[in-house]
């Protein structure tokens, strides 16, 4: 690592200090001094998860790069703004939940200054989320009214409470629409997801060129449009999907699109494979990475696979994300384990978990007899017992206080 006077360093982080607040995290070296970096110092980074269409799994893979930066120590706030279904705050089990959200958040009716009222803590040591709670879709109407409308988010942001973050990531609804263009004006840099189907691709390209366009008279007030990300999502080493891929980074690369010499829409390296593991993410209440670190498959495991991403998206704290891939948190005997959930999940043998309520196993495929798709599925790991987001409602919420 190249230290801040030009000189070459190999860096290690103390296992102490991997998992805790980064007010200011110690960087030891092989020299006998060290490295000090006051990360809560600056405004924090912060990234919008986009997708004009609904089902590319924008929400999943956020949650899941929002617990590989907590996991390596950053402080970080997860925002779910799919305001009216709420799934990003929904993956991990709340410790504490705060009795406002989103709504409040944004029409200002909370006060920062006391950040129990608007902050809610997960089971992940590092990550908070502020949960999405507006069912009846008012946000969209009353930000349409205001009077920094479009603004509003990137404007709150400002406040000290989120100078307390490193990263924020900001989650948003699928679709297009003033709460996507709110979701984006807050952002330092976008990911839109995209699953490599040709039809997605193509909606997708036209809604966020759209939503972009709508945007760029903003510049002449100083306001900088972030530039737009493209990761794919459920990749499959297919003929179709690599042709797909192909040719979407064709049309990319060359700017074959509307507006393009105003609008920088660029490929992650990184693609998301369609692998069973990411569905234990939702299952199990846990980061996906924590899941599987080595794998006997040719496709990287899921831990690589996301430090990689978070190693594009935020390249200053690779010395970080690869200290995670080192102490493996979430693993039995590992410096900082979580030895509640693997606990837990050490009783379970590899059977498929199955909804109480309605039999689903399949968390995305599943419409359960109140004709609700399932989006996640509670695991009860002493049991072995489940509960699907659609039946929890109806069933008393049986497995709520202690599902992991």
Known sequence: MQNLTGTSDSCSIPSDKASGSLSSVRIESNRSDTLSFPLSKVAAQ?????STKGGEGKSTQGAYLAGFTADAGLKTLLIDGDYSQPTSCSIYHLDYEAPCGLYELLTQTVDLNSPDKIISRTCIPNLDVIVSNDPDERLPGEILHIADGRMRLRNVLQHP?????????????????????IV???ADSVVGVIKPILPDVREFLRGTVRLVNRLLPLRMYGIKIPDIHILINHFENTVLDRQTLRELTGI?????YTGSA??????LNTTIEKLEVYKRGHATGQPVHRLEYTTDRKSL????TIHHLACELFPQWKVLFDDVLRRRPGVSGSPDAVSDANEGASGVQDEEAVCVGCGCTDNNACVNEFREPCHWLKVNHETGLGVCSSCESFLGHPLTDDAE
């Open 262 to 267: 105003d609008i920088n829409i660029s490929m």
């Open 301 to 304: 495991p899921a831990a690589e």
């Open 46 to 50: 912060i990234l919008s998860i986009i």
């Open 252 to 256: 990319v690369e060359q700017k074959k």
């Open 161 to 181: 409470l989120f100078r307390l973050y490193d990263v924020i990531i900001i989650d948003s609804k699928g679709a297009a629409g003033v709460m996507t263009e």
């Open 184 to 186: 984006v004006l807050a």
